[in-house]
């Protein structure tokens, strides 16, 4: 089976591959292709990958090619990895939203519609190739902002693309391992849109283990979302939020600690990685232990100033091991093997959110099998929930509408719809210096 992974000199794809080292079943991933636009990012994932496999006489085939095209052809599995702009464009993303007082983060606020508006037009140009030249491929969607990326897919491929994300899996494993269940024998209660959910219930042997959680203050305050979000608030809630709505419920501090930070998390890891593949033009450099190194530091500070506007403290080791290829492998197996598998993924609505139409991508537990993801009847949101969900899909679609049309207009009305953008003036100077900034962004008229 040939799988194609498209951001092929992304920092993360020996996560992906490591992860395909440990499958040995029946229909298992053989050939791996590499695709990016940057020759030489792709010689230094591809030497990590060599140094990963070594000694390993099955592991994958490993090729890497700047020819997206030829990438496609005879793909079974097509992994869309990509960052449109790189580190410097979500690093100018965060500034000049920050300059205005509002948040740069990459998937939520102004930096999500930023990094949104330059990357829809790629992926659907990828979707529409997809199409072409590898019909019967299914495409697993990684690029963030992801809800919005597959749902741009979706109108091109439909419900043969597929989001994921590992932010729900990790909060689901975190809630469970606190109550002493076994994560993978826990059902979650998990919907909203990607980035923006909630767990409301956490079944085990049929019986919801979630309120004795709530009911106690110090399990509750023992783990990363007790303690980023505050156990009262969490009770007030009567639901585990996914760690990225602290932008939302914590905004004024979390801008402030970004203001104020050193280094923005984009130019932090730009930097990061620079200096790792900087190293990796050493032919005789160790490759996977300079990646391992250089990951373990990039973990460690993951969601460093909400931690610190908290008092949250430093991450659990237990939440430094990603978790995003595990889910890519397990979907991959479900549908080539027809495994049935229960995932929280991100798929086309249908009747199971009745706030929003069939057509939205949404975050939920899914059923998966040969034929795909489908998505699990679920509870309705409760009111403020709801809200927040349906005002941000309503960005979505602004942003997708000024992709497709190239409208100055409909970007600015994208960016003040945003709950977390509080000004229409602020909406069309952001534009225009986003505008300034990124070159992908001169389709907007």
Same mark, same amino acid.
């Given at each position: 089976m040939k799988l194609t992974i498209l951001g092929g000199g992304g920092f993360r794809v020996p996560l992906v591959y490591g992860a395909l080292l440990t499958d040995r079943g029946e229909g298992r991933v053989t050939d791996v292709v590499l695709h990016d636009l940057d020759a030489g990012r792709l010689q230094a994932v591809a030497r990590v990958l060599a140094e990963q496999a070594a000694g390993l006489?099955?592991?994958?085939?490993?090729?890497?090619?700047?020819?997206?095209?030829?990438?496609?052809?005879?793909?079974d599995f097509v992994f869309s990895a990509i960052r449109v702009g790189g580190l410097e464009g979500r690093a100018d993303d965060e500034r000049?939203?920050?300059?205005?007082?509002?948040?740069?983060?990459?998937?939520v606020g102004a930096g999500g519609i930023a990094y949104g508006l330059r990357t829809v037009p790629v992926a659907v140009d990828i979707a529409r190739r997809v199409a072409r030249l590898a019909p019967d491929a299914w495409l697993i969607n990684f690029t963030n902002p992801a809800?919005?990326?597959?749902?741009?897919m979706s109108r091109h491929l439909g419900d043969r693309v597929i989001g994921i994300c590992d932010s729900p899996v990790g909060l689901g494993r975190r809630i469970a391992r606190v109550l002493g269940a076994d994560p993978n024998q826990a059902w979650i209660d998990y919907v909203g849109l990607n980035h923006l959910g909630w767990v409301r219930g956490l079944r085990v042997a049929g019986r919801d283990e979630l309120p004795r959680l709530l009911a106690d203050p110090g399990l509750l305050g023992s783990f990363e979302e007790g303690k980023l979000f505050g156990v009262d608030w969490l009770r007030s809630l009567g639901a585990i939020p996914n760690e990225y709505l602290h932008y939302y419920y914590f905004n004024r501090e979390t801008v402030r600690a970004y203001q104020q930070a050193?280094? $923005?998390?984009? @130019?932090?890891? =730009?930097?990061?990685?620079?200096?790792f593949y900087e190293e990796m033009r050493d032919p005789d450099a160790a490759a996977l232990a300079a990646w391992d190194r250089t990951r373990a530091e990039r973990e460690a500070t993951y969601m460093a100033e909400n931690r610190e506007t908290a008092g949250a403290g430093d991450r659990d080791a237990d939440d430094l091991s990603g978790g995003y290829e595990k889910v890519a492998l397990a979907l991959m197996r479900a549908i080539a093997r027809d495994e049935r598998a229960t995932l929280?993924?991100?798929?086309?609505?249908?009747? $199971?959110?009745? @706030?929003?139409? =069939?057509?939205?991508v949404i975050e939920v537990p899914c059923l998966v099998d040969a034929n795909g993801?489908?998505?699990?009847?679920?509870?309705?949101?409760?009111?403020?929930?709801?809200?927040?969900?349906?005002?941000?899909?309503?960005?979505?679609?602004?942003?997708?509408a000024a992709a497709e049309s190239g409208s100055r207009a409909t970007a600015v009305k994208a960016f003040a719809l945003h709950p977390l953008v509080d000004s229409v003036n602020v909406a069309r100077r952001l534009v225009e210096g986003y505008r300034e900034v990124h070159p992908g962004l001169a389709y907007l008229r």
């Amino acid at each position: 089976m040939k799988l194609t992974i498209l951001g092929g000199g992304g920092f993360r794809v020996p996560l992906v591959y490591g992860a395909l080292l440990t499958d040995r079943g029946e229909g298992r991933v053989t050939d791996v292709v590499l695709h990016d636009l940057d020759a030489g990012r792709l010689q230094a994932v591809a030497r990590v990958l060599a140094e990963q496999a070594a000694g390993l006489p099955d592991a994958p085939a490993v090729t890497a090619t700047t020819d997206l095209d030829d990438a496609l052809r005879g793909a079974d599995f097509v992994f869309s990895a990509i960052r449109v702009g790189g580190l410097e464009g979500r690093a100018d993303d965060e500034r000049v939203a920050l300059a205005e007082g509002v948040l740069g983060q990459e998937t939520v606020g102004a930096g999500g519609i930023a990094y949104g508006l330059r990357t829809v037009p790629v992926a659907v140009d990828i979707a529409r190739r997809v199409a072409r030249l590898a019909p019967d491929a299914w495409l697993i969607n990684f690029t963030n902002p992801a809800g919005l990326v597959t749902e741009a897919m979706s109108r091109h491929l439909g419900d043969r693309v597929i989001g994921i994300c590992d932010s729900p899996v990790g909060l689901g494993r975190r809630i469970a391992r606190v109550l002493g269940a076994d994560p993978n024998q826990a059902w979650i209660d998990y919907v909203g849109l990607n980035h923006l959910g909630w767990v409301r219930g956490l079944r085990v042997a049929g019986r919801d283990e979630l309120p004795r959680l709530l009911a106690d203050p110090g399990l509750l305050g023992s783990f990363e979302e007790g303690k980023l979000f505050g156990v009262d608030w969490l009770r007030s809630l009567g639901a585990i939020p996914n760690e990225y709505l602290h932008y939302y419920y914590f905004n004024r501090e979390t801008v402030r600690a970004y203001q104020q930070a050193e280094k $923005t998390r984009g @130019a932090f890891l =730009a930097g990061q990685q620079a200096r790792f593949y900087e190293e990796m033009r050493d032919p005789d450099a160790a490759a996977l232990a300079a990646w391992d190194r250089t990951r373990a530091e990039r973990e460690a500070t993951y969601m460093a100033e909400n931690r610190e506007t908290a008092g949250a403290g430093d991450r659990d080791a237990d939440d430094l091991s990603g978790g995003y290829e595990k889910v890519a492998l397990a979907l991959m197996r479900a549908i080539a093997r027809d495994e049935r598998a229960t995932l929280i993924l991100n798929v086309r609505n249908g009747a $199971t959110l009745a @706030a929003l139409d =069939a057509d939205a991508v949404i975050e939920v537990p899914c059923l998966v099998d040969a034929n795909g993801a489908h998505p699990m009847s679920a509870a309705p949101l409760p009111g403020h929930a709801a809200g927040l969900v349906t005002a941000v899909k309503a960005v979505e679609r602004e942003v997708l509408a000024a992709a497709e049309s190239g409208s100055r207009a409909t970007a600015v009305k994208a960016f003040a719809l945003h709950p977390l953008v509080d000004s229409v003036n602020v909406a069309r100077r952001l534009v225009e210096g986003y505008r300034e900034v990124h070159p992908g962004l001169a389709y907007l008229r």
